[in-house]
């Protein structure tokens, strides 16, 4: 079932697109009461969502025609004009509902799913595959203008380069600019460019002909050529080693790739949205990053808001988890005020990452449905398992000084020798963790696998050794 909505202002379109979405309706937007009434003759729709100042004129004024055309269609009116003019307005066109702006973006997809009733269990017919919505969640001036840039980008192919924190949700971006842009239909690919081996990332990339190596047994399509006429998601790029760079930059240039073992190269059309945590400034300056692929990525940069930019979006995004948490099976958990407004003046420097694992181990494990904060506070305590940052500085402290009065290293030798000291255990772990894999380690301790790999030659570190 199909859902009109009139608003001029595309940032918040999207919002409630996605919102609706995700409620299983079919949205249909304009920006005019022209495109309205053409929309409105050719097919017919469920409910009418509206601005009131339209470029054309006012919403209100005209609904009337609409009434006498669909009686029993629904109308939710939005505005910003909130003057109790304009809701006696609303109120008198028989809208089922007014909501002035700001909104809550979830009480208005709700007021949607009431107002069709019943007939919403008909949404999708056959096809039980949920449409999904923008999987992004907060009101904040930080993110609303995050929504800004994504609604730029949707209706061209310009490269995109999303920056920011880990756990700040750029996977969730690219996908919003893939789900909402007009490659919807067509393949989304995410790649982590930094976990790809530097001899096997060109094969990833673009593919393999039989053959073409040890242990190439069958042709390999490569993730270019997956997302062919979709859009392709290339995560961490500032951990990808300089020579896939120079690849990468060449198949970015050309539109053209060649199989690695192959002869013909392969025209691709992709959207390319590419993410990383680094500072690339100062990789470009020290020459471990191409300035060049980094002026064809950094086309539209994106950049995400930390956590604790936008601390007025953590009550939304726990109540958005415990749902999640729920729809997946774990028990239904609800927050009171004082508790979420207790999580919102916490550190979270994992950012929405770490507080989604939070949330759902909070909704496993807390027996009771309403939380409150002094509950949440006890839990909190009891399920903390890192000690405070002043803590593990105080621990290291005490450790650098025993090794000092234990083996104090010859004159002119302490840096080198501590170092060696405190990160052979350092690695010996981080590989144990990882079951000797060299690529995960690396990026459990968020240095490049070259430098891993030379740090453990000059330990004496043997990886294959290693067992978890």
Known sequence: MSVLLVEDDRSIAVVITAALEAEGFAVTHCDSIAERDRLLAGQSFVALVTDVMLTDGDGIETLGAVRAAAPDMPIIILSAQNTLDTAVRASDTGAFEYFPKPFDIDELARTVRQAVGNASAQIGGDDDTPVAGLPLVGRSAAMQAVYRMITRVLRNDLTVLVLGESGTGKELVAEAIH?????????????????????????????????????????????????????????????????????????????????????????????????????????????????????????????????????????????????????????????????????????????????????????LLVRDELIDAEALEAFLGETESLPSPEGRAGDMGAAVAAWWQAARPASGQVYDAALANFERPLFLQALRETAGNQVQAARLLGINRNTLRKRLTELAIDPGEIQR
């Open 179 to 363: 789900q909402l842009g007009h490659r919807k239909a067509e393949p989304f690919i995410a790649v982590n460019t930094a976990a790809i081996p530097a001899d096997l990332i060109e094969s990833e990339l673009f593919g393999h002909e039989k053959g073409a190596f040890t242990g190439a047994v069958a042709r390999h399509i490569g993730k270019f050529e997956q997302a062919d006429k979709g859009t392709l998601f290339l995560d961490e790029i500032g951990d990808m080693p300089l020579d896939a760079q120079t690849r990468l930059l060449r198949a970015l240039q050309s539109g053209r790739i060649r199989r690695v073992g192959g002869r013909e190269e392969i025209s691709v059309d992709v959207r390319i949205i590419a993410a990383t945590n680094r500072d690339l400034a100062p990789m470009i300056a020290a020459g471990t990053f191409r300035e060049d692929l980094f002026y064809r990525l950094n086309v539209v940069p994106i950049t995400l808001p930390a956590l604790r930019e936008r601390a007025d979006d953590i009550p939304a995004l726990a109540r958005h988890f415990l749902q999640l948490a729920a729809s997946e099976g774990l028990p239904r958990r609800r927050l009171d005020d004082a508790a979420a407004q207790f999580l919102a003046r916490q550190p979270w420097r994992g950012n929405v990452r770490e507080l989604r694992n939070f949330i759902f181990r909070l909704a």
